[in-house]
């Protein structure tokens, strides 16, 4: 309780008060402390606010890298089902150097060669096996036909790739470079050539040596040894002298360093060499519609050295191989 205090004023009057504590209030103190907690406050929600930022734009990279990657996953899978439609080869280890082919199966009765050609067609007795060591009595493989104009040989890499036409009858067909490949790197084997022109006139050459790298040197030709009456006077032949060592070249897939030879060539694949022309023998181009064996120029089959004018195609065409001998199977590989 608080003691009263007396006070006597000039009119003699009295009256008392009550003792009051002195209170020493600083307002602006109080002012200071309540901004500087405000302050700290403020920079702890910025700290926050910087930090969720930061989270936030770490969880949009991992998620742009998740979609990046998923998104290629689902195009490469896509490309890899578009590639399994479009060759309609089953699931199974490959052997051969494209790793969409496998090896061609072998009858364990009669040894001979099963050929998978185009989407499903197959060539059997392939290669049998002869008792004889003499070569002329070993099979040919016809591995390409041209007599009519009803399958176009204006086609896609993997189309020259796989094989494609008339398979069955063997009329007008390619058997594909991978097959190409698999047999001329197990088997020694040599090439027959047969032209026919506008007069009926067939001539043919043999050569020793022909062989096919893999796809990833673009199917690549040797070729060498020839013997025959193609070229005019028999004082070389054209394929070997400008061909030789020549890739393989789709409208789609040219090989050549400079030209787009296919194009030069109506669209046909072959093995192309460098230089304007591009050709001086092209088995695989059009054939006439009518007698007089005229064909736009460089479009047609050619084969400078019988008949030099580029705007000349031959009736009928068909290469084959024959196996001279069994490759090294360690080898075979290039």
């Not at 309780?1 to 003792?19: G, Q, Y």
Request: aromatic share 14%.
């Amino acid at each position: 309780m608080l003691s009263p205090t007396t006070i006597t004023i000039p009119d003699n009057s009295k009256f008392s008060l009550i003792n009051c504590p002195r209170t020493s209030r600083r307002p602006f103190n109080i002012t200071v402390e309540r901004c500087y907690i405000l302050l700290i406050h403020l920079f702890l929600y910025i700290i926050i606010f910087i930090l969720i930022c930061i989270r936030f734009g770490q969880l949009n990279t991992k998620q742009e890298k998740i979609l990046s990657t998923l998104n290629l996953n689902h195009n490469v899978t896509l490309y890899q089902e578009s590639q399994n439609r479009l060759l309609n080869y089953p699931n199974h280890k490959p052997d051969c150097s494209c790793q969409q082919f496998s090896y061609p199966k072998r009858n364990q009765t009669t040894r001979c060669l099963d050929l998978r050609v185009g989407i499903s067609e197959t060539i059997s007795n392939v290669f049998c096996p002869s008792s004889s060591t003499e070569y002329e009595h070993n099979q040919w493989l016809m591995i390409q036909n041209r007599r009519t104009n009803h399958i176009n040989f204006n086609r896609t890499w993997i189309e020259y790739q796989r094989g494609f036409g008339n398979i069955v009858d063997q009329l007008d067909f390619w058997i594909g470079n991978e097959n190409l490949y698999w047999l001329t790197n197990n088997y020694h084997c040599r090439l027959k050539i047969e032209l026919t022109d506008w007069y009926n006139e067939t001539r043919k050459g043999i050569y020793e040596l022909f062989h096919i790298s893999n796809q990833h040197d673009d199917y690549r030709m040797q070729i060498d040894g020839y013997s025959g009456n193609i070229d005019a006077y028999n004082k070389f032949d054209s394929f070997s002298r400008w061909h030789n060592n020549a890739p393989f070249s789709t409208y789609d897939h040219p090989a050549t360093e400079t030209t787009n030879c296919p194009d030069l060539h109506g669209g046909v694949g072959w093995w192309y060499h460098s230089g304007d022309e591009c050709a001086h023998v092209q088995l695989n181009g059009f054939l006439p519609t009518h007698g007089d064996g005229l064909v736009p120029y460089n479009t047609g089959i050619l084969w400078i050295g019988w008949k030099s004018d580029r705007h000349f195609s031959f009736q009928h065409v068909h290469m084959s191989i024959q196996p001279k001998l069994r490759r090294d199977r360690n080898r075979h590989r290039r």
